[in-house]
């Protein structure tokens, strides 16, 4: 069969893949691996039964699936807290802050509505590392004595804990946000009630786009994979800036008052900047993936601060931030991690942020922006050819003559598909031009010798 998970819980065509039999399935393995029923729990000060919260993005699915996955945390004997629509990063935060032993979040983030997710986060609201992923599948379907009586799990509602997280992301501010007019774009999904509410609190003047979710158009047309939608609105209503978050909100992109993108490089430069320049920048560094843009790295090196590379995920950046102590990272894509104020990327969090800095300096989304420059990058993804060979000697020695023609203005990178069988050659250059050119090339070099 594989293995079930994938880089961000297991997700499937929902009903087909994911069935309700598998959720349940999970949610039984779950709670024998990360329960424990010898806790204390301080948020009701005693030992006694593991806690699970739960919530879900919008999805028609994820009705079907939050039963199986209540069903199957309660006959294992598991109290739940069912937290309803939330987003992702939401689930997170309460786990740790109601003290929760696990946490279970239903979505497939910025995928089409067929699809879902099942994500578990384990004490202290992080995501499973792969030794304990790999634990749950292996108990799959395992032999186990089912609780009676007093000692299955009980099942309540905790839909009012939605506004501990809009509390808790509010006291995070360093600056309101008074005046400042914004559209969000909640892309049909798990953020469509509490974005707005945050931002309206904060005193921001809202208007809103993809807030009206009906179980199928999550991501349709809308969020942060698609972008027009918001760029229309912010130009349309002379808004100051436009921010979008994907289905389930653990990400965020942002457009200027002019409908320019501003992606997650752009976002992280300029908040790394600003951390730093009130010392709250751990060790002067900032962690991001391979994939970031090299005029990110250039950005942050003439600003005198240190950058860590990561493999592409924000699970490895979290990794890295937490093993040398850092506390500001994230990627390309706009999951971007606070680690003093999350436990895993948040797109609300970042966007109250950054509109708090455009807010305090009296400047310009496109001018805190401009603090770097984009180099074109072009990404051609090569199919059907045998990923084991992306470390062949002919395909290196082309690599390393298209990188000594690119100089320091370009850098190249070849990364097989995780999940795929497809090599994605990555470009950046001096020009879109000659981005493109180097990069096909690459690519047909590996169609060549990893055929």
Same mark, same amino acid.
């Given at each position: 069969?594989?293995?079930? +998970?994938?880089?961000?819980?297991?997700?499937?065509? *929902?009903?087909?893949?994911?069935?309700?039999?598998?959720?349940? $399935?999970?949610?039984?393995?779950?709670? =024998?691996?990360? @329960?424990?029923? @010898?806790?204390? =729990?301080?948020?009701?000060?005693?030992?006694?039964?593991?806690?699970?919260?739960?919530?879900?993005?919008?999805?028609?699915?994820?009705? +079907?699936?939050?039963?199986?996955?209540?069903?199957?945390?309660?006959?294992?004997?598991? &109290?739940?807290?069912?937290?309803?629509?939330? #987003?992702?990063?939401?689930?997170?935060?309460?786990?740790?802050?109601?003290?929760?032993?696990?946490?279970?979040? !239903?979505?497939?983030?910025?995928? #089409?509505?067929?699809?879902?997710?099942?994500?578990?986060? %384990?004490?202290?609201?992080?995501?499973?590392? &792969?030794?304990?992923?790999?634990?749950?599948?292996?108990?799959?379907?395992?032999?186990?004595?089912?609780?009676?009586?007093?000692?299955?799990?009980?099942?309540?509602?905790?839909?009012?804990?939605?506004?501990?997280?809009?509390?808790?992301?509010?006291?995070?501010?360093?600056?309101?946000?008074?005046?400042?007019?914004?559209?969000?774009?909640?892309?049909?999904?798990?953020?469509?009630?509490?974005?707005?509410?945050?931002?309206?609190?904060?005193? *921001?003047?809202?208007?809103?786009?993809?807030?009206?979710?009906?179980?199928?158009?999550?991501?349709?047309?809308?969020?942060?994979?698609?972008?027009?939608?918001?760029?229309?609105?912010?130009?349309?209503? @002379?808004?100051?800036?436009?921010?979008?978050?994907?289905?389930?909100?653990?990400?965020?992109?942002?457009?200027?008052?002019?409908?320019?993108?501003?992606?997650?490089?752009? /976002?992280?430069?300029?908040?790394?900047?600003?951390?730093?320049?009130?010392?709250?920048?751990?060790? $002067?560094?900032?962690?991001?993936?391979?994939?970031?843009? !090299?005029?990110?790295? /250039?950005? /942050?090196?003439?600003?005198?601060?240190?950058?860590?590379?990561?493999?592409? @995920? $924000?699970?490895?950046?979290?990794?890295?931030?937490?093993?040398?102590? +850092?506390?500001?990272?994230?990627?390309?894509?706009?999951?971007?991690?606070?680690?003093? =104020?999350?436990? %895993?990327?948040?797109?609300? !969090?970042?966007?109250? =942020?950054?509109?708090?800095?455009?807010?305090?300096?009296?400047?310009? !989304?496109?001018?805190?922006?401009?603090?770097?420059?984009?180099? #074109?990058?072009?990404?051609?993804?090569?199919?059907?050819?045998?990923?084991?060979?992306?470390?062949?000697?002919?395909?290196?020695?082309?690599?390393?003559?298209?990188?000594?023609?690119?100089?320091?203005?370009?850098?190249?990178? /070849?990364? #097989?598909?995780?999940?795929?069988?497809?090599?994605?050659?990555?470009?950046?250059?001096?020009?879109? $031009?000659?981005?493109?050119?180097?990069?096909?090339?690459?690519?047909?070099?590996?169609?060549?010798?990893?055929?």
């Amino acid at each position: 069969m594989g293995r079930l +998970f994938g880089t961000d819980g297991v997700r499937g065509v *929902a009903g087909r893949d994911l069935t309700a039999e598998l959720a349940m $399935d999970l949610s039984v393995a779950a709670a =024998h691996v990360l @329960g424990d029923a @010898g806790a204390f =729990h301080a948020s009701v000060g005693r030992r006694g039964r593991p806690i699970a919260v739960v919530g879900r993005d919008p999805r028609a699915s994820g009705e +079907f699936l939050e039963a199986s996955v209540v069903a199957g945390l309660a006959s294992s004997g598991v &109290d739940v807290l069912r937290l309803g629509v939330l #987003p992702t990063p939401a689930v997170a935060y309460l786990t740790s802050a109601l003290g929760a032993d696990l946490g279970v979040m !239903l979505s497939a983030s910025h995928n #089409p509505a067929p699809d879902n997710g099942v994500k578990f986060f %384990t004490r202290g609201g992080y995501k499973l590392p &792969d030794a304990v992923e790999n634990e749950i599948e292996q108990r799959l379907g395992e032999k186990w004595d089912r609780p009676v009586g007093p000692s299955v799990g009980r099942v309540r509602e905790a839909y009012g804990e939605a506004d501990r997280y809009v509390s808790h992301l509010l006291s995070t501010l360093p600056h309101r946000l008074d005046g400042l007019r914004v559209v969000v774009d909640c892309a049909h999904g798990a953020a469509h009630m509490v974005a707005p509410e945050a931002l309206l609190r904060s005193g *921001a003047v809202v208007e809103t786009i993809g807030a009206t979710p009906d179980g199928l158009n999550i991501n349709e047309g809308v969020g942060s994979t698609h972008l027009g939608a918001l760029k229309a609105a912010v130009i349309e209503r @002379g808004a100051d800036l436009g921010v979008a978050y994907d289905g389930d909100a653990d990400r965020c992109l942002a457009v200027t008052a002019d409908g320019d993108e501003v992606d997650g490089d752009q /976002i992280m430069a300029i908040l790394a900047l600003a951390m730093h320049a009130d010392g709250r920048l751990a060790e $002067d560094t900032v962690v991001a993936t391979v994939m970031s843009n !090299l005029g990110f790295k /250039i950005a /942050i090196r003439n600003a005198g601060l240190n950058m860590v590379e990561t493999a592409v @995920g $924000d699970r490895y950046v979290l990794e890295a931030m937490k093993q040398s102590g +850092f506390n500001f990272g994230g990627e390309q894509s706009g999951h971007v991690i606070m680690l003093d =104020h999350a436990t %895993t990327g948040d797109g609300l !969090l970042t966007s109250l =942020h950054l509109m708090a800095e455009v807010a305090r300096s009296k400047r310009s !989304l496109a001018e805190l922006a401009s603090v770097m420059t984009k180099l #074109p990058q072009v990404l051609v993804n090569v199919r059907d050819v045998d990923k084991a060979k992306a470390s062949a000697p002919e395909l290196l020695a082309a690599v390393a003559k298209a990188e000594a023609d690119l100089g320091d203005t370009g850098r190249v990178l /070849i990364r #097989p598909s995780g999940t795929e069988p497809m090599i994605r050659v990555m470009v950046e250059a001096e020009s879109h $031009d000659q981005a493109s050119s180097v990069a096909h090339r690459l690519a047909d070099v590996v169609r060549t010798v990893c055929a």
